[in-house]
C-alpha cells in the first residue's frame, strides 16, 4: 500500500484534529502518501480531495472541530453516488482510507467495502461513547467535561434560589454522557435511555430530598429518555409538584465543540497511529479501539451493531450518592 485518504465524518468530535493530525504524520513516518478528503461522502464523491504533508496538520491537535469538515451524504447511500466515490478514490491511486466518525460513517464504510473491497479501517470519533469494541470514544471525555462544567455553575443557581433544575445532555441512543455528569456533578437522578425512570420515580425521588432537608436538586436527563426531554419531563413533574420552582437548561451542541482534554488528545492520536498501522497490516473493514489500554480491532458490523451496556455500578453510584 503506497497511498492512503482520511476523511471524517457524521457529528464533530473534539479531538478529531488530534487524529487527522495521527493519521497523516504516522502515514508519512511509513512513508506513505496521504490524501484528506474534506466533507467525509460528500467530498468523496465530488472530488474535494488534496494531498496532505506534515505541515498540512500542524497547530491542530488543540483545535475542537475537524479541519476536513463533515457531512452527512444521502447522495452516498445510493449505489451510484458509492460508484462516483470510489471512482474519485481510484483517479488518485487511493488504495486504502480511515475514516474518523461514528455509527452512521462505519455502516457506509462497510456497504463501500463490500461492494469494492477497498480497505477501511474507522477510528471511533463521537462524543456518545456508543460504538462497541473501544472504551472511550474520541470526543465523550471532552464533551462529560464541557457539560460538567455547565452544570456546575447551573447549581450555583440552583441553590441560591431553592430551585430543582432539569438539565438535558446529548445522547440520543446512550447515556454515556449523562451517567458521567450525574456522578461528577452530584446530581439527585440521572434519565437514561438504557433504563426505565418513571414519572413517579422522579417525584419520589425530589418528595425525599425535600424531606432529608435538600433545598435544590439536579436532574440531569438524556436527551433520547423513554419519557421525553427534559422540558418534557419537567413539564410532567410540575403538574404533580407545583408547589417546586423547578428550572430547565439544555446544554445542546455545546458540548461537541472546544478544546479537546488531554485524555482525547492522547486517545485519537493513538487510535489514529493504530489506524494507520492497522491499514498497512492487512486490517479492512473494522473499527480501532482502546480495551483495557490495549489496541483492537472490531469489525464495523460488530461495532456499530452490538450493544455497549452502560456499567450498572456508575447507576447505583448515582443512587447512593443522592441520599
Aim: aromatic share 6%.
Amino acid at each position: 500500500m503506497k497511498s492512503i485518504g482520511v476523511f471524517t465524518s457524521g457529528g464533530d468530535a473534539p479531538g478529531m484534529n488530534a487524529c487527522v493530525r495521527s493519521v497523516v504524520r504516522n502515514a508519512l513516518y511509513l512513508g506513505l502518501d496521504v490524501y484528506g478528503i474534506k466533507y467525509g461522502y460528500n467530498g468523496m464523491i465530488e472530488g474535494d480531495i488534496y494531498k496532505m504533508k506534515s505541515y498540512s496538520v500542524s497547530n491542530i491537535v488543540q483545535r475542537g472541530g475537524t479541519i476536513l469538515k463533515s457531512a452527512r451524504s444521502k447522495e452516498f447511500m445510493t449505489k451510484e453516488g458509492r460508484k462516483l466515490a470510489y471512482e474519485q478514490l481510484s483517479k488518485r491511486g487511493i488504495e486504502g482510507l480511515i475514516a474518523i466518525g461514528g455509527d452512521g460513517t462505519f455502516t457506509g464504510a462497510n456497504i463501500f467495502f463490500e461492494e469494492y473491497g477497498i480497505p477501511i479501517v474507522g477510528a471511533p470519533g463521537t462524543i456518545d461513547n456508543d460504538l462497541f469494541g473501544s472504551d472511550y470514544t474520541i470526543g465523550f471525555d471532552t464533551a462529560v467535561n464541557t457539560a460538567l462544567d455547565a452544570i456546575d455553575k447551573i447549581r450555583d443557581t440552583a441553590n441560591s434560589h431553592d430551585r430543582v433544575f432539569f438539565i438535558e445532555v446529548m445522547g440520543r441512543h446512550s447515556g454515556y454522557i449523562a451517567i458521567q455528569c450525574g456522578i461528577g456533578g452530584g446530581a439527585e437522578l440521572v434519565m437514561v435511555p438504557e433504563t426505565s425512570t418513571t414519572i413517579q420515580d422522579v417525584i419520589t425521588r425530589l418528595k425525599e430530598g425535600r424531606d432529608r432537608q435538600k433545598t435544590s436538586s439536579i436532574v440531569v436527563v438524556a436527551e433520547g429518555d423513554e419519557q421525553g426531554n427534559a422540558h418534557e419531563i419537567a413539564g410532567k413533574v410540575m403538574k404533580e409538584l407545583p408547589e417546586l420552582d423547578i428550572r430547565v437548561s439544555t446544554l445542546g451542541h455545546i458540548q461537541r465543540g472546544g478544546s479537546p482534554t488531554s485524555f482525547d488528545r492522547i486517545l485519537a492520536s493513538r487510535l489514529g497511529m493504530a489506524a494507520v498501522e492497522g491499514l498497512v497490516n492487512g486490517q479492512k473493514n473494522v473499527m480501532v479501539g482502546i480495551i483495557n489500554d490495549k489496541v483492537t480491532y472490531t469489525s464495523f458490523k460488530l461495532a456499530i451493531s452490538k450493544n455497549k451496556p452502560i456499567n450498572e455500578d456508575l447507576m447505583r453510584l448515582v443512587d447512593i450518592l443522592s441520599i
